[in-house]
């Protein structure tokens, strides 16, 4: 059985305690879009700022475990500033450390690995040890579906 | 009234005679099971594997068809089982009122549909209560979204009881009253009878959901004074896919067939079809045989142990862990539902710290405790109680102090660990 440690990393467990970008913004002029885990009853709404192709701020707010809330704290973080295109990115590598990726109609499907350097990931290799643990997956990626939900509404 | 309250008389459990007929406690590679989750599925005993086994290893054919001996054992076999089962909740009539369904859910929607089916108005009036499992809730939903079925709701109160100030006012009227007999996430029993006799002065059909009651109650249709009864095989040592519908005669009598399909008809032609007789009008295809058998041999296993006594030994269960949560944890654990004992069923859903109870749950896991986190399948109580989920430790016959002492002790794994 895979330790307490592959999942509760020191990281993850600041980001529950401290998580970053927590609150809201006025909707509009900011995207938002709320998630929830139909199975636990975990909730969260992204708040999206972009300035043209580039996520201005985020704030999330939301209730959860450990793993979900701060796989939402770290999300924030990593595409704060940075430009769709490489949130795009980010997400499938993200997705790709899940061992899940999904079809044009959110289904996941078997994935091809990516190619990607720890260096890309950042913090959120902190969530690696979910993989393991295959029940809390859905968790750590219930920020990231949320995010594009936001996104794929404002496309619409 | 219900016999719950009578006083201490039964034999106590043997559970460490009884562990070891249950094979899940010796096939775990030598890690410790501390299994606290009997109200989402229990065990189950050698003997109900035993059964099923053997019908399949000897006996199996399909049932009231062929003319050969091993089709005729295996008629009688489960016609014996659904005897055996409706006598074992003091059906007065338990070959003709006994109903096999998949589960306590789909007997549910076998009355919210036939009941919109046959005896329903539109703005009828359903009672139910906010506590309810979401398998007597979102059948009644969807009855009011198709036939346009008006709903009331009996409210909990801040102790966990049900709120019956109102209750001439919510019945008036009223054409069902449909309410869980024992709460899977608090623990609640409602008094039953009162209600019962209540709902009957205004001429509604009263449902009880018997899902968290029959596994670990003495249970006594008349007593509890319902005219349908609805309950899970998988939640008393029974297998999966095995449930029952019990309803008085008459009532059954006048609702239209649930599924259509062979079995449940005795004459059909193209433009028609004549209902069987009780209770095979509600039994549509080849039925669960061996399950309704296995469950056959787990009312054998309960009666043999005397339900009197499963209740007697929940309750010493209760209360320890009641006593050694609130010891060891104080303010730092809530425990939801009736504060007394005698006024509740075998589950104590709780919250610990702020700590989330899926991360409760993983971290239980790695001692071996196995708790439900979750909503429990019961979000408008959730909402009611201003909370989205719950760690719940539940009970039945082969559960031991040392159980609720591994809770305990995981307990403070987890609260050392989220500081």
């Known amino acids: 059985m895979p330790g307490l440690e592959d999942l509760y990393r020191e990281i993850i467990l600041d980001h529950y305690k401290n998580p970053r970008n927590e609150g809201t913004f006025p909707a509009p002029p900011a995207i938002k879009?709320?998630?929830?885990?139909?199975?636990?009853?975990?909730?969260?709404?992204?708040?999206?700022?972009?300035?043209?192709?580039v996520i201005k701020d985020i704030h999330i707010t939301g209730q959860g475990c450990s793993i979900s809330r701060s796989s939402a704290s770290l999300m924030s973080v990593a595409v704060k500033g940075k430009t769709l295109t490489e949130v795009d990115r980010l997400l499938k590598i993200f997705k790709s450390m899940m061992s899940i990726s999904t079809n044009a109609s959110g289904e996941p499907e078997a994935s091809e690995p990516i190619e990607y350097s720890e260096r890309e990931l950042g913090e959120l290799i902190a969530l690696q040890g979910v993989v393991k643990f295959p029940v809390r997956i859905k968790c750590a990626t219930l920020s990231w579906n949320t995010l594009v939900q936001a996104l794929e509404d404002r496309a619409s | 009234m219900e016999r719950m309250n009578t006083p201490t008389t039964a034999t106590p459990l043997n559970v460490t005679e009884i562990r070891k007929n249950f094979p899940i406690f010796s096939h775990q590679n030598g890690k410790a099971l501390y299994f606290l989750d009997s109200a989402a599925s229990s065990q189950k005993p050698l003997?109900?594997?035993?059964?099923?086994?053997?019908?399949?290893?000897?006996?199996?054919?399909?049932?009231?068809?062929?003319?050969?001996?091993i089709a005729e054992h295996a008629t009688e076999l489960y016609e014996g089982a659904r005897v055996k089962i409706g006598r074992f909740i003091g059906a007065p009539n338990p070959a003709r009122e006994t109903i096999f369904t998949k589960n306590a859910t789909e007997s549910l929607n076998l009355l919210s549909t036939c009941l919109t089916r046959g005896m329903l108005k539109k703005g009828d009036v359903v009672v139910l209560t906010e506590m309810e499992h979401h398998a007597n809730l979102v059948p009644w939903l969807i009855a009011k979204e198709q036939f346009g079925i008006e709903i009331r709701y009996i409210k909990v109160d801040s102790e966990g009881y049900l709120a019956l100030d109102n209750i001439d006012e919510l019945l008036s009227g009223a054409k069902v009253l449909s309410v869980t007999l024992a709460s899977?996430?608090?623990?609640?029993?409602?008094?039953?009878?009162?209600?019962?006799?209540?709902?009957?002065?205004?001429?509604?059909?009263?449902?009880?959901?018997?899902?968290?009651?029959?596994?670990?109650?003495?249970?006594?249709?008349?007593?509890?004074?319902?005219?349908?009864?609805?309950?899970?095989?998988?939640?008393?040592?029974?297998?999966?896919?095995?449930?029952?519908?019990?309803?008085?005669?008459?009532?059954?009598?006048a609702l239209p067939p649930f599924?259509?399909?062979?079995?449940?008809?005795?004459?059909?032609?193209?433009?028609?079809?004549?209902?069987?007789?009780?209770?095979?009008?509600?039994?549509?295809?080849?039925?669960?045989?061996?399950?309704?058998?296995?469950?056959?041999?787990?009312?054998?296993?309960?009666?043999?142990?005397?339900?009197q006594s499963v209740r007697e030994h929940e309750i010493k269960l209760l209360s320890y862990a009641f006593e050694t949560l609130e010891s060891n944890f104080g303010k730092n654990i809530v425990i939801h539902g009736p504060r007394n004992i005698q006024d509740r069923g075998g589950v104590?859903?709780?919250?610990?710290?702020?700590?989330?109870?899926?991360?409760?749950?993983?971290?239980?896991?790695?001692?071996?405790?196995?708790?439900?986190?979750?909503?429990?399948?019961?979000?408008?109580?959730?909402?009611?109680?201003?909370?989205?989920?719950?760690?719940?430790?539940s009970f039945h016959i082969y559960n031991e102090p040392a159980d609720v002492d591994a809770l305990v002790d995981a307990l403070g794994k987890a609260q050392a660990f989220f500081g």
């Open chain 1, 33 to 53: 879009a709320e998630g929830h885990n139909p199975l636990c009853g975990d909730e969260l709404t992204v708040y999206l700022i972009l300035d043209g192709d």
């Open chain 2, 47 to 69: 003997s109900v594997l035993q059964a099923m086994d053997n019908y399949y290893s000897t006996t199996h054919a399909n049932v009231h068809r062929g003319v050969y001996h």
């Open chain 2, 259 to 307: 599924m259509g399909g062979g079995d449940m008809i005795t004459d059909v032609t193209l433009d028609g079809f004549t209902p069987n007789e009780l209770p095979w009008k509600f039994e549509a295809g080849t039925p669960p045989i061996a399950e309704a058998i296995g469950l056959g041999a787990a009312v054998d296993y309960l009666q043999n142990l005397g339900m």
């Open chain 2, 184 to 253: 899977n996430v608090l623990g609640t029993l409602p008094p039953m009878a009162r209600l019962a006799e209540l709902a009957h002065e205004h001429g509604a059909i009263v449902i009880g959901d018997g899902a968290q009651y029959v596994p670990h109650m003495v249970t006594d249709v008349t007593d509890l004074g319902v005219d349908f009864l609805a309950f899970t095989g998988h939640k008393m040592l029974g297998p999966t896919g095995i449930g029952v519908l019990w309803g008085k005669s008459e009532l059954l009598e």
């Open chain 2, 348 to 393: 104590i859903s709780f919250d610990f710290r702020d700590i989330h109870p899926h991360d409760i749950s993983q971290i239980l896991d790695q001692s071996g405790v196995c708790v439900r986190a979750g909503h429990h399948c019961a979000k408008p109580l959730m909402r009611h109680l201003g909370i989205a989920a719950t760690a719940r430790a």
